[in-house]
C-alpha cells in the first residue's frame, strides 16, 4: 500500500496538480509535463499493437495540452484539448500523419527494429506537439495571432530536441513499457 501512496502522490507532484507548484517557473513545468507524457507516449507505442497508435496516443497527447493550458492559465475542456490537439496537428502537416503511419509499418513490417525506431520518433513527436502547444496557449492569453509557420519552426526544433531527449530518458521509457 505504501508504494501505491508514494506513486499517487508523484502522479499527482508531477502531473495532476503540476501548475500549483511554486517551486518550478511557468516554463519548466511545462518541459516537465512534455517529458512525461513523451516518455509515457513512447512507452506505449512500443507495444505490439499495429495502427492502434493515434487512438491511444491522441487522448494521451490531449491531456497533456490540457495540463499545458492550466499551467499558463488558457482555461480548457479536455474535450477542447482534443479540437486543439487536431488543429494543431493539421498545422504540423502530413508530417504528423506520416509519422504515425511510420510507427504502424515498424510494428508490422520491421517489428525487430520497432523499440528501436519507434521510442525517438513518438518521444520527439509528443515533445514538439507539446512545445506547439504552448505557444499556442501563450498566443491566445495574449490575445495575439498564431503564426502558422512559427508553429511549424516550434514542431521541427522540438522535435528534435524530443529525440534527443529520448536518449537521456531511455531506461523510464522502458521501465514504463515493462509496467504495461
Not at 513527436?125 to 491566445?140: A, I, P, R, S
Not at 509557420?149 to 530536441?161: Q, Y
Amino acid at each position: 500500500m505504501e508504494i501505491l501512496d508514494k506513486a499517487r502522490e508523484s502522479i499527482k507532484k508531477e502531473v495532476t496538480d503540476i501548475e500549483n507548484r511554486t517551486d518550478l517557473t511557468d516554463d519548466q513545468k511545462v518541459t516537465r509535463i512534455c517529458t512525461v507524457f513523451s516518455t509515457t507516449c513512447a512507452a506505449i507505442a512500443v507495444q505490439p499493437i499495429p495502427f492502434a497508435d493515434i487512438f491511444v496516443l491522441t487522448p494521451i497527447q490531449a491531456y497533456m495540452g490540457k495540463k499545458i493550458a492550466d499551467i499558463r492559465g488558457f482555461n480548457i475542456s479536455e474535450a477542447g484539448a482534443k479540437e486543439i490537439f487536431k488543429e494543431l496537428a493539421g498545422l504540423v502537416g502530413l508530417g504528423f500523419l506520416s509519422q504515425q503511419l511510420a510507427i504502424g509499418a515498424y510494428k508490422t513490417v520491421l517489428p525487430f527494429i520497432s523499440g528501436v525506431t519507434t521510442i525517438p520518433l513518438v518521444f520527439g513527436l509528443t515533445y514538439g506537439m507539446g512545445k506547439v502547444m504552448d505557444y499556442y496557449f501563450e498566443k491566445k492569453i495574449k490575445g495575439e495571432k498564431v503564426d502558422p509557420e512559427m508553429i511549424k519552426n516550434i514542431f521541427k526544433k522540438a522535435k528534435a530536441e524530443g529525440k534527443q531527449k529520448s536518449k537521456e530518458n531511455k531506461e523510464e521509457i522502458k521501465k514504463q513499457k515493462n509496467q504495461l
